[in-house]
Nanobody, 115 residues
Framework: QVQLVESGGGLVQAGGSLRLSCAAS????????MGWYRQAPGKQRELVAT???????NFADSVKGRFTISRDYAKNTAYLQMNNLKPEDTAVFYC?????????WGQGTQVTVSS
């Protein structure tokens, strides 16, 4: 099994920054994708950013140029650096680990951006 523990959410003013962390443990394979999705109230969960075990990244258009994603492979941890945050970024952010076509999710961490 796989466990994901997220941290780093909170309340920030518009224009501010936050860094989310997602630590994975358990049966982690060498080939996988880690990433972040988010869900705002009344909306569907949507992709924010992903990074493969090879280092390839993918971002939602709404966060390009503001968010970066990285991984510490030795620690099985992914990071989402969020800069220039906007009120529309307010959501619960969920960490994802995908391997062998199975998705594992974290418990979610709240990010609130005040205007």
């Amino acid at each position: 099994q796989v466990q994901l523990v997220e941290s780093g959410g909170g309340l920030v003013q518009a224009g501010g920054s936050l860094r989310l962390s997602c630590a994975a443990s358990g049966n982690i394979l060498s080939i996988n994708i880690m990433g972040w999705y988010r869900q705002a109230p009344g909306k569907q969960r949507e992709l924010v950013a992903t990074i493969t075990s090879g280092g390839s990244t993918n971002f939602a258009d709404s966060v390009k140029g503001r968010f970066t994603i990285s991984r510490d492979y030795a620690k099985n941890t992914a990071y989402l650096q969020m800069n220039n945050l906007k009120p529309e970024d307010t959501a619960v952010f969920y960490c994802l680990l995908r391997q062998r076509l199975v998705d594992y999710w974290g418990q979610g961490t709240q990010v609130t951006v005040s205007s």
